[in-house]
């Protein structure tokens, strides 16, 4: 992602998120509120071309149309919301196993802390993300209101080792059992950087913590697409088959959860590693 500009993945996963909710089917499936909430957070953050008419466009038929085309050729709308699903249950699953952190990798405008946060005062949520886009959704999070059992951290991983960055944050606790949630995360990082944010959480977290992850599963199918994404500078750098993610993730960690994909064209499966 380009330095000092917000996330256009993060942006254009909140659009998706808020035109799944013109669907019946997707409005009955999802957290009640979710589509408001993430609106709320993008008109607060303020980005040049993402306000309300905007935001009115995205929900029109002839926008959802384009959505089902993605949705056909890499299964990117539906997909998307599956994997918000996903990564809702797998926290959820995970607290009560006993899990007292929860950090989410690369947030952009998830709902996910802002929604769990005032339901489990007894957990402690971190969001973790890139300066821009960081300071763009805390926009949003003070004007909701932030949960006081809620942190954002702004920090470049690529600056920074994620163990050294939560080692040094007061509120974290490095001994204790957490889950972490990297969603539309590693397909942007080279299997080397996936290898090292799996050493990295093990530096940081306790026995037992769990990451929920999606993985992009084989992106040399998607030569134009991923020009295109090279082209806003967020190109996508890793996939891995399903059979193949112990490799992915490296030593140390055990897969106890796949999903997906969901069809033949998608682009992302889903997964958990808990560690050993």
Known sequence: MKSGRVSHTALKVGLIMIALYEKQEWKLRLPQGLAALTERLILAAGVFGYGRRMLNLNKKPWALRLYERSESKMGIFDGVGERKLFMDEQVLAAIEAGAKQVLVLGAGFDTLCLRLAPQFPH?????VDHP?????????????GQPQNMHLLAADLTEIPLSEL?????????????????EG????????AVLQVFREVAACTGPGTRVAFSH?????????????????GEPWLSSCKNADLPGYIGPGWSVIAIHGPSSRRSLEAFAVAEKR
């Open 216 to 232: 992009g599963i084989s992106i040399k199918e998607y030569r134009f697409e991923n020009a295109m994404m090279r082209l806003i």
């Open 123 to 127: 957990v402690k949520f971190f969001e």
């Open 132 to 144: 821009a886009t960081s300071a763009a959704k805390a926009k949003g999070v003070r004007q909701e």
């Open 166 to 182: 939560m080692n040094k944050t007061e509120r974290w606790d490095s001994g204790v059992r957490s889950v972490v949630v990297a």
């Open 185 to 192: 995360l590693f397909i942007y990082l080279k299997e080397e």
